[in-house]
C-alpha cells in the first residue's frame, strides 16, 4: 500500500465438508469438487459481502474517487474456464484489457488436455463499483457452477448488478444464459425486462444461440416477421418501433420497399437511427426507410397508406381510458389491410413466479380470454377478422407467454 498505489486480496477458505453436511442424494461431484480451489460463486458472494458498500458506489468522505474512473487492474486465480476466447469477447467490450495464463496437462500424458483453469488479469479505467459488479456476474458466467438454487431472485440481481453495461454487451446471451445456469424460463425474464423498455431493448438477432436457448424477445420479433412476409405486402409501418429491432429484419428483405418505424419517445427514434445506421444510409435506403414521431392514439396522416401494421407488445402501454382512441386511430383511420398485435398473456405470469405486470410501465396485462374478447369485439367493430396464435413455449395451464392477433379486411 502507498500514496499512489493499493493492493487489496481477498481469499477464500471453503470446507469441503460443509458443502455437504445435510444433503440427500448426493454424487460424486459433491464430495471430490474443485470448489475449495477455484474462483467460482462463492467468490462472487464474498465480493457483495466485503466490499458491498464500494459496489454500492458510497465513499463516505471520498466520494469523488468513487465517482472517477480509476486506473484499476483485478487477477482472478484459477478461474474454471475451458472457452479461452470468451474472456476477451466478455471483458473487452466492458473497457478493461485482457491476459490469462492457462494451465497444460502433464507432458507425459498430453491426451488429457488443458486443465480448463486460468488465471485471468484485466486492467483498464473503470469505476471501482463498475470492476467489482462485472467481477460478481461474469465469475460464475465462466464456472457455470453455482453453489445455490437459481430464481427469479437471480434475474433480478443481474438486472440490478448489470443496468448499466449488460444491455449492449455484445455477449449479453452468452452472459445471461450462463449465469441463469441456462434456465429458459428465466433468461426469457431477463430479455423481456430488457425489452421491454425502449431505452434498453436487447438486441440479439444476430447473436449466436448457445445450446438452442433463443429469448422469447427473439422469437416473437420472427414470428412477426415471418407472419407479415407471408401476407405479400411490400409496405409495413412498425407502431412503437423502439430502437428498430424488427424494423431491422424488414429491411434485410428486399420484399419490402416502404417500412416505417413510428414510436411516441424522442429518445428511442434516436436510438433506431443510430443503429440503423441512417447517418450512413445510401440513397436507396433513405427511399424505403422512414422514421418519425408519433401517438397512436391521435389521428395522423402519415400513418395511412400501409398494407400492414405492427403493434408489437405496445398496447399494454396504453392507458385503458385512450383504448377507444387507439382503436379508432389504428383500425377506423389508419386502417391497413393487416394488422398484427401481440401482448403479453398476463396467465403466464405464474410460470414466471411473479404476481405483478411484467414491467412496471404496463398499465394492465390481459388474460387469453380477455384478449380474444377485446379482439373478437374490435374486429366485428371496424370489419375486420381476426385469427389467434401464441408465442413462445406454450404451458399446458397457463398457455404461452405472448399472445398474437392477426387482424385482416378486404
Excluded at 221 to 229: A, G, N, S
Excluded at 329 to 335: D, E, H, K, M
Excluded at 390 to 406: A, C, N
Amino acid at each position: 500500500m502507498s500514496p499512489e498505489r493499493t493492493t487489496a486480496a481477498l481469499l477464500l477458505d471453503i470446507d469441503p465438508i460443509s458443502l455437504v453436511r445435510g444433503k440427500r442424494g448426493l454424487g460424486l461431484f459433491d464430495y471430490v469438487n474443485d470448489r475449495s480451489y477455484v474462483s467460482s460463486s462463492f467468490m462472487s458472494t464474498a465480493i457483495s459481502k466485503v466490499f458491498g458498500t464500494a459496489m454500492s458506489g458510497r465513499g463516505d468522505d471520498h466520494q469523488e474517487l468513487a465517482d472517477s474512473e480509476l486506473d484499476l487492474s483485478a487477477t482472478i486465480t484459477m478461474l474454471p474456464c475451458k472457452e479461452h476466447d470468451k474472456l476477451t469477447a466478455v471483458f473487452a467490450p466492458l473497457g478493461y484489457q485482457v491476459s490469462y495464463y492457462t494451465f497444460e496437462s502433464d507432458e507425459q500424458h498430453p491426451e488429457w488436455g488443458d486443465f480448463g483453469y486460468v488465471n485471468l488479469t484485466i486492467k483498464g479505467n473503470v469505476r471501482l463499483r463498475d470492476l467489482l459488479k462485472h467481477l460478481y456476474v461474469l465469475i460464475p458466467v465462466f464456472d457455470k457452477q453455482k453453489h445455490y438454487w437459481v430464481d427469479t431472485d437471480e434475474v433480478e440481481k443481474l438486472l440490478r448488478m448489470g443496468q448499466d453495461w449488460l444491455p449492449d454487451h455484445p455477449e449479453r446471451q452468452f452472459i445471461t444464459s450462463r449465469y441463469l445456469k441456462r434456465q429458459r424460463r428465466l433468461v426469457d425474464m431477463v430479455f423481456e425486462r430488457l425489452a421491454a423498455g425502449s431505452a434498453t431493448e436487447a438486441d440479439v438477432l444476430t447473436e449466436p444461440v448457445e445450446q438452442g436457448v433463443r429469448p422469447l424477445f427473439q422469437r416473437r420479433l420472427e414470428d412477426v416477421f415471418d407472419t407479415v412476409k407471408a401476407t405479400g405486402a411490400t409496405s409495413v409501418i412498425d407502431l412503437g418501433c423502439g430502437e428498430g429491432n424488427l424494423l431491422k429484419l424488414f429491411i434485410a428483405d428486399s420484399q419490402f420497399r416502404s417500412i416505417t418505424g413510428v414510436d411516441v419517445s424522442t429518445l428511442a427514434l434516436k436510438r433506431c437511427s443510430n443503429r440503423l445506421n441512417m447517418d450512413e444510409a445510401g440513397e436507396s435506403m433513405l427511399q424505403r426507410i422512414r422514421l418519425f414521431q408519433g401517438s397512436l392514439t391521435y389521428k395522423d396522416e402519415r400513418l395511412r397508406g400501409y398494407q400492414v401494421a405492427c403493434v408489437v407488445e405496445v398496447i399494454e402501454h396504453i392507458d385503458p381510458p385512450r383504448l377507444q382512441a387507439f382503436e379508432e386511430v389504428l383500425f377506423g383511420y389508419a386502417r391497413p389491410r393487416t394488422i398484427v398485435l401481440t401482448t403479453p398473456n398476463s396467465e403466464y405470469n405464474a410460470v414466471y413466479q411473479i404476481d405483478t405486470h411484467r414491467h412496471e410501465d404496463h398499465r394492465f396485462e390481459w388474460t387469453r380470454a380477455q384478449f380474444h374478447q377485446w379482439a373478437v369485439t374490435t374486429a366485428e367493430k371496424y370489419g375486420y377478422t381476426v385469427r389467434f396464435s401464441g408465442i413462445g413455449d406454450d404451458d399446458e395451464v397457463h398457455g404461452p407467454p405472448t399472445q398474437m392477433g392477426v387482424f385482416t379486411c378486404e
